[in-house]
């Protein structure tokens, strides 16, 4: 039997994990995705001394210091693991490297000999990343939410077989109709790792996962439900399995209209939102479901001023009335405002009832 670890008392009082419970908070808890990137002065520094960027993910020391340099600056609710979901490949053997500026580049698998690719040591090369996960829970302030993560199975394949991001996953979407048993070995192998390395950090001191499909939306209906909605429903009944009760935070990118389904059948305890996603259909047809966390336009960083500020208020008086983690609809970009991002904070957290509630 394995320690409940969502179950800590400490933990339940955090105000992310309040929200994930489903308490509605106002002004809502706040954090955002990326936010240990390069926008930050501090990060750049960080990266510079670690080397490469799979250096700063495998050496505890440096990944501890990024997670924790935007808690430092802003004070933000939750933190999240700095890593990357790409790690997972790198961690089953195939070959993955960051070029400057260039963005991920992995060695394309073979849907035919995907024994090319072992398993079984998994969670020993990924052993950096759980001893920063607890590094990082011994550092923080108590009353921060430590978020851990991975990547959706549909997402990383993306990657995996296209050995590189690419504008609507073609490689991917083909090899489903072309190849659809290797890809279905291949799924079946990243949804077991997924529950195993979320399950680790959970026990290592995460409060709650977070799974990041950044390409379901480049899916037809079909494909959503086979390789978006099927492979994260049984990770999260996987990870349930191991540790009862474990608070998972689903973002399938793109989802839009097929969120409510998506939610339903997956069983995640809240749902990321993008920022296409049109706030009255989340208040409407989402957030009686299940907590949302969303969904600021990040290039409204960059802008800053009243762009911002207008950007901030849509959220919170669209999804204010109910239960809200407020994040952005997708990663900070690295040419946005270190002073935006303050102001953003300080409007979510100056934020009062009436202004929320319609
Ligand atoms: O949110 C956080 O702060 C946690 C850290 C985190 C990173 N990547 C750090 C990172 C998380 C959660 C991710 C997830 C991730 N990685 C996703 C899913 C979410 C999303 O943003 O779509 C994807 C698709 C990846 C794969 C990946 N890693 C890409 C496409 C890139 C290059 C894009 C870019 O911004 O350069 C990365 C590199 C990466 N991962 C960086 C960071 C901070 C930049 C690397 C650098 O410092 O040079």
Request: glycine letters at 10%; proline letters at 9%; hydrophobic letters at 45%.
């Amino acid at each position: 039997m394995q320690p409940d670890t969502s179950a800590a008392p400490s933990a339940s009082k955090r105000a992310v994990v309040r929200v994930l419970d489903g308490e509605r908070l106002f002004p809502p808890p706040i954090w955002m995705m990326r936010q240990a990137g390069r926008y930050l002065p501090e990060y750049r520094a960080t990266r510079a001394e670690a080397g490469g960027f799979l250096d700063l993910c495998y050496t505890p020391k440096f990944a501890v210091e990024v997670t924790l340099q935007p808690i430092r600056r802003y004070g933000f609710d939750a933190a999240i693991l700095f890593s990357d979901i790409l790690v997972v490949p790198h961690a089953l053997g195939q070959e993955v490297w960051f070029a400057e500026g260039e963005g991920p580049r992995l060695t394309p698998v073979d849907l035919d000999r995907l024994d090319a690719l072992d398993p079984t040591r998994l969670l020993d090369r990924l052993a950096p990343v759980l001893d920063a996960v607890a590094g990082i829970r011994a550092a923080l302030p108590p009353e921060t939410t430590l978020l851990g993560f991975c990547g959706a199975p549909w997402t990383v394949a993306t990657y995996m077989i296209a050995g590189r991001g690419t504008p609507d996953q073609g490689p991917a979407r083909k090899a489903a109709l072309l190849q659809p048993e290797g890809l279905r070995r291949l799924m079946d192998m990243l949804v077991d790792a997924s529950v195993r390395y979320l399950v680790a950090q959970l026990q290592a001191g995460a409060d709650a996962v977070q799974i990041f499909d950044t390409w379901a939306g480049a899916l037809d209906d079909e494909g959503f439900e086979a390789y978006a909605v099927d492979p994260v429903a049984r990770i999260v009944a996987g990870v349930r399995a191991a540790v009862p009760g474990a608070r998972i935070i689903g973002f399938p990118k793109g989802a839009s209209a097929r969120l409510p389904d998506y939610v339903r059948r997956t069983q995640v305890t809240a749902a990321g939102i993008d920022w296409q996603t049109p706030v009255a259909f989340v208040r409407d047809h989402v957030q009686p479901l299940v907590p949302v966390q969303g969904n600021l336009d990040p290039l409204r960083l960059i802008a800053g001023g009243d762009a911002l500020d207008r950007g901030v208020d849509h959220v919170l008086n669209g999804l204010g009335g109910g239960p809200l983690i407020f994040n952005l609809g997708h990663g900070i970009t690295p040419d946005a405002s270190p002073d935006a991002v303050a102001r953003m904070v300080d409007r979510v957290r100056g934020a009062t009832e009436g202004r929320a509630r319609p």
